[in-house]
């Protein structure tokens, strides 16, 4: 585990509690005096509702950063030479960065595309005629057309959708 806040790192050995949602809260706990300066040095600057960027490590592995304002800074020491202090910040914006850890490859490979049907409208001259030249005249639309299309569609989900059926 890792934390850096209010321009403070803090390394595994000192954190003893990471917990991330609204509220981020990280407690470190020293055993070395001279350590304990040095931290308190730099805690002592620290003022409730200040804003600071924060990164986080968490035991697996996953790795947070964002902003936030200060909640609480809390520090004590007891009779036992031990110290410790706890920041508490209140998160605005964070992003996690697991997701480019785990897609290591940015492109996967593209499949290729399957092969359209084309669906070639032939006029019944042409039909009729193929050497001949097709002349420029639109194609008109006759009954038995679209009786031929109605019968093909029957029983799918578009013909119920769009057309009235003829016995209703």
């Known amino acids: 585990m890792y934390a850096r806040l209010c321009n403070i790192e803090i390394l595994s050995s000192y954190?003893?509690?990471?917990?991330?949602g609204d509220l981020l809260t990280v407690e470190a706990l020293v055993t070395n005096p001279?350590?304990?300066q040095h931290f308190y040095?730099?805690?002592?600057?620290?003022?409730?509702?200040?804003?600071?960027?924060?990164?986080?490590?968490?035991q697996e592995g996953d790795r947070l950063q964002g902003m936030g304002n200060i909640v609480e800074v809390d520090r004590w020491s007891d009779h036992h030479g031990r110290y410790g202090f706890k920041v508490k910040i209140s998160v605005?914006?964070?992003?996690?960065?697991?997701d480019r850890r785990i897609r290591a490859p940015r492109k996967a490979p593209q499949q290729a595309?399957?092969?359209?049907?084309k669906l070639e409208i032939t006029p019944p001259a042409a039909a009729a005629a193929p050497q001949q030249a097709v002349s420029a005249e639109p194609y008109t639309i006759n009954t038995e057309d679209v009786a031929s299309f109605r019968e093909m569609l029957k029983g799918s989900l578009a013909m119920d959708m769009d057309m009235p059926s003829s016995s209703a």
Not at 15 to 20: A, G, I, L
Not at 41 to 58: A, C, H, L, P, Y
Not at 113 to 117: H, I, T, V
């Open 15 to 20: 954190v003893s509690e990471v917990s991330v």
């Open 34 to 36: 001279l350590d304990w």
């Open 41 to 58: 040095e730099k805690i002592s600057t620290i003022k409730k509702g200040d804003r600071t960027d924060f990164m986080v490590v968490t």
């Open 92 to 98: 605005k914006k964070q992003k996690s960065l697991t």
């Open 113 to 117: 595309p399957l092969e359209k049907k």
